[in-house]
């Protein structure tokens, strides 16, 4: 494969308040962004081989949410503690860490970190409500561990806000 599909999503609505913020469930609205956004991630033909979910309760949910909406099956999931409030630098060396041949990726994490991160990739200023994704494309990186020298050449091929504001 001569390129790749990085998707970045930011978990589904979540109450501010009542728990501690690791363990913050998806509201109801979440629950809506993240049916959507599963929907319309597998419509577009976007559907990733392999998803790397923050291990915070919120993410996990709009993850299992995502998935059971899609009725689509994933060939891997990693859900990493590392991706919790993850920096960009973070969430790329993630990347390079974790990802082998699979063209298409899921990043599931929290901002500002995941805004951040496609906003380097790429090169134009990403402001991720809940519920969202930056669909990226690099058409001839042929490998993962070289993401982190890729800022700036990934094309935005979509942004999907599941749920209008």
């Known amino acids: 494969m ?3 599909r990085l998707i970045l999503a930011r978990h589904g609505m979540s109450p ?3 728990s501690s913020d690791r363990t913050r469930p998806l509201s109801d609205d979440g629950r809506l962004e993240a049916e959507l956004l ?4 597998l419509e577009l033909g ?3 081989q392999i998803a790397l979910v923050s291990d915070a309760q919120r993410t996990q949910e709009t993850w299992e949410t995502l998935l059971d ?4 099956s994933i060939d891997e999931v990693a859900i990493l503690p590392d991706l919790y409030q993850a920096s960009p630098e973070r969430i ?3 990347l390079e860490d974790v990802l082998g041949q699979q063209q298409t990726a899921l990043v599931l994490a929290h901002n500002p970190g995941i805004s951040e991160a496609a906003s380097w990739a790429s090169g134009i200023r990403i402001g991720m409500g809940t519920g969202n994704a930056a669909l990226l494309h690099h058409p001839t990186m042929t490998d993962w561990t070289a993401v982190a ?3 700036g050449n990934w094309r935005l091929v979509d942004f999907l806000r599941p749920v209008p504001r």
């Not at 599963?38 to 991630?41: D, I």
């Not at 909406?69 to 689509?72: D, Q, R, T, V």
């Open 16 to 18: 501010l308040i009542g």
């Open 69 to 72: 909406a899609s009725g689509a």
């Open 149 to 151: 020298t890729t800022g």
């Open 92 to 94: 790329l060396a993630i």
């Open 46 to 48: 976007w559907w990733p």
């Open 38 to 41: 599963g929907q319309q991630l």
């Open 2 to 4: 001569s390129d790749r």
